[in-house]
């Protein structure tokens, strides 16, 4: 492989829109350009991940400011968190264990919506917040009825510093999940600046704790590339015991599986898994049974949701979807969705990568669920950047991300009703826009699995074009 200075592809020469964009700067490095001795691709990489994750901070910042207490300004600055809420109202300003099943304990507070691993880190994170805090005592909490807690003096410090914990703990584990993605191309690190860069990152890595899967998920496409299939069988498990759709990675392995005759190295993935999801579940499910069960029956029992097409459609026309219906209809049709990207895999001229065929499932899913919260983005990141990794087309897609993100605050704080009343077509409009941005990157990936020489990470890397090699005198990095 003819690789540029530094034994890397460089995006002012690997992709047209950066080295156009470079023009204001000095143009696309040259061919004679040295190293920098310290700012290699993933320490830069991973700086742009710090400086965009510190501005998610401080566009939350008003929220901060009022404690999340101003119920219009969380919309109309769009720093909404769950975060806070989360600590008082599921019982964590308490330490509550999430699955406990003593009586008292669920009189007061409902049991958590999510998957263990996350709501292991929200009650970890709890306690953090408490010797933070002095650990203060917590009698005269019992003593207050739950919906009064939030009013309580001192709960609002610790809320806020609840958000900070949190908040540190998620960007330290985003920069391990970008310095993964940077090293699964080894030869393309700057692909990971992708998602470190991503204006999606920015605006929704704090709205719940979306990022602990994202991280998994990274390590499960590190460890594919180095053929560690055990490791990327224990990663998918654990992302699974965060959220739910880890899991359709391993249809993505399936087909790799039968294109390379490598379905031992599926099969030991999958076992993993499975093993790794188990013992993640393992401490909730022994202690409270019915609490654990809580995320499956509450997304069973949850009807058309916010984001959703289901919404739009029941919302447009007054069809009245019961839960049962739509399980039954997003299921089956993603089951087929899944389906079109099994034959689209076999037939493809090469094996798809990981990632290209990852992207495919989880989109559907997506555009099938009956939910789609803003930072469920955050998904879609780590795989995207990795399956098509071209700017022009990131900023397409996660224009369509950005303009929802902004449509569903609106929505939530009325500023979308029509004047006369009636239905909110304006946020039927931005959750269409979202799910043709959507469908926008798989059309470029399913062009690319089908035609290979299309794939960024396929074609070999050009060298320096002809007329910018006098510029020798920038320093690679």
Same mark, same amino acid.
């Given at each position: 492989?003819?690789?540029?200075?530094?034994?890397?592809?460089?995006?002012?020469?690997?992709d047209?829109f950066?080295a156009?964009?470079s023009?204001?700067?000095?143009?696309?490095v040259g061919s004679?350009a040295?190293?920098?001795?310290?700012?290699?691709p993933v320490?830069?990489v991973?700086?742009?991940?710090?400086?965009c994750?510190a501005?998610g901070?401080?566009?939350?910042s008003?929220?901060?400011?009022?404690?999340w207490?101003n119920?219009?300004?969380r919309y109309?600055?769009m720093?909404y968190?769950?975060?806070?809420?989360?600590y008082?109202?599921?019982?964590l300003?308490?330490?509550?264990?999430p699955?406990?099943?003593d009586?008292e304990?669920?009189?007061r507070?409902?049991?958590?919506e999510y998957?263990?691993?996350?709501?292991y880190w929200a009650?970890?994170?709890?306690?953090?917040?408490?010797w933070l805090?002095?650990?203060?005592d917590?009698?005269?909490r019992?003593?207050?009825?739950a919906?009064?807690?939030a009013?309580?003096?001192?709960?609002t410090?610790e809320?806020?510093?609840?958000v900070?914990?949190?908040a540190?703990?998620l960007?330290g584990?985003a920069?391990?999940a970008v310095?993964?993605l940077a090293?699964?191309?080894?030869?393309?690190?700057?692909? +990971?600046? /992708? !998602?470190?860069?991503?204006?999606?990152?920015?605006?929704?890595?704090?709205?719940n704790?979306? &990022?602990? =899967? #994202?991280v998994?998920?990274?390590g499960?496409?590190?460890?594919?590339?180095?053929?560690?299939?055990?490791?990327?069988?224990?990663?998918?498990?654990?992302?699974?015991?965060t959220k739910?759709y880890?899991?359709?990675?391993l249809? +993505?392995? /399936? !087909?790799i599986?039968?294109?390379e005759?490598?379905l031992?190295?599926?099969a030991a993935?999958? &076992?993993? =898994? #499975?093993v790794?999801?188990?013992?993640?579940n393992?401490?909730g499910?022994?202690?409270?049974?019915?609490?654990?069960?809580?995320?499956w029956?509450?997304n069973?029992d949850?009807?058309?949701d916010l984001g959703?097409l289901?919404?739009?459609?029941d919302?447009?026309?007054d069809?009245g979807?019961?839960?049962?219906?739509?399980?039954l209809w997003?299921?089956?049709l993603?089951?087929?969705w899944?389906?079109g990207v099994?034959?689209?895999?076999?037939r493809a001229?090469e094996?798809?990568?990981f990632?290209?065929?990852?992207?495919l499932?989880l989109?559907g899913?997506?555009?099938?669920?009956?939910?789609?919260?803003?930072q469920?983005?955050?998904?879609?990141?780590p795989?995207a950047?990795l399956a098509r990794p071209r700017?022009?087309?990131?900023l397409v897609?996660?224009?369509?991300?950005v303009?929802?993100?902004a449509m569903?605050w609106f929505y939530?704080?009325?500023?979308l009703?029509?004047?006369g009343?009636?239905?909110?077509g304006f946020y039927w409009?931005?959750i269409?826009?979202?799910?043709?941005?959507?469908?926008y990157?798989?059309?470029l990936?399913?062009r690319?699995?089908?035609r290979p020489?299309h794939?960024?990470?396929?074609?070999?890397p050009?060298?320096p074009?002809?007329?910018m090699?006098?510029?020798?005198?920038?320093?690679?990095?």
């Amino acid at each position: 492989m003819n690789l540029p200075p530094g034994g890397h592809v460089h995006p002012t020469q690997d992709d047209a829109f950066l080295a156009s964009f470079s023009e204001g700067v000095g143009g696309p490095v040259g061919s004679r350009a040295g190293r920098h001795p310290w700012w290699t691709p993933v320490r830069v990489v991973l700086a742009l991940a710090t400086i965009c994750l510190a501005l998610g901070l401080v566009q939350k910042s008003s929220c901060y400011q009022a404690s999340w207490q101003n119920g219009v300004e969380r919309y109309t600055h769009m720093c909404y968190s769950d975060l806070p809420y989360q600590y008082t109202g599921r019982g964590l300003a308490e330490l509550s264990w999430p699955y406990s099943d003593d009586e008292e304990v669920r009189a007061r507070y409902p049991v958590m919506e999510y998957p263990a691993v996350i709501a292991y880190w929200a009650w970890g994170t709890a306690h953090v917040t408490h010797w933070l805090s002095g650990s203060p005592d917590l009698s005269p909490r019992y003593a207050t009825p739950a919906d009064r807690l939030a009013g309580l003096e001192g709960i609002t410090d610790e809320a806020r510093r609840y958000v900070a914990v949190n908040a540190v703990g998620l960007a330290g584990l985003a920069l391990v999940a970008v310095w993964l993605l940077a090293g699964v191309h080894r030869h393309r690190p700057w692909d +990971a600046a /992708l !998602v470190a860069a991503s204006p999606a990152l920015l605006l929704t890595a704090w709205i719940n704790w979306d &990022l602990l =899967a #994202l991280v998994f998920v990274a390590g499960a496409l590190w460890a594919w590339s180095r053929d560690r299939p055990v490791l990327t069988g224990v990663m998918i498990g654990l992302g699974t015991a965060t959220k739910l759709y880890p899991l359709f990675l391993l249809g +993505a392995l /399936l !087909v790799i599986g039968i294109r390379e005759r490598r379905l031992k190295d599926v099969a030991a993935a999958a &076992l993993f =898994a #499975l093993v790794a999801w188990g013992f993640a579940n393992l401490p909730g499910y022994v202690s409270g049974p019915d609490e654990w069960a809580h995320f499956w029956t509450f997304n069973s029992d949850r009807g058309a949701d916010l984001g959703s097409l289901w919404l739009v459609i029941d919302q447009a026309y007054d069809v009245g979807f019961d839960p049962a219906t739509i399980n039954l209809w997003s299921w089956g049709l993603f089951a087929v969705w899944c389906l079109g990207v099994l034959v689209i895999g076999l037939r493809a001229p090469e094996t798809p990568r990981f990632a290209q065929l990852g992207l495919l499932i989880l989109i559907g899913f997506l555009l099938l669920n009956k939910v789609y919260s803003p930072q469920y983005v955050l998904w879609l990141l780590p795989l995207a950047a990795l399956a098509r990794p071209r700017w022009r087309d990131h900023l397409v897609w996660q224009g369509g991300e950005v303009f929802y993100f902004a449509m569903v605050w609106f929505y939530l704080g009325g500023f979308l009703d029509p004047s006369g009343g009636g239905d909110v077509g304006f946020y039927w409009v931005a959750i269409l826009v979202r799910a043709l941005a959507e469908l926008y990157l798989v059309g470029l990936v399913v062009r690319d699995v089908l035609r290979p020489e299309h794939d960024p990470v396929r074609a070999r890397p050009p060298g320096p074009p002809q007329s910018m090699t006098t510029r020798s005198n920038v320093v690679a990095v």
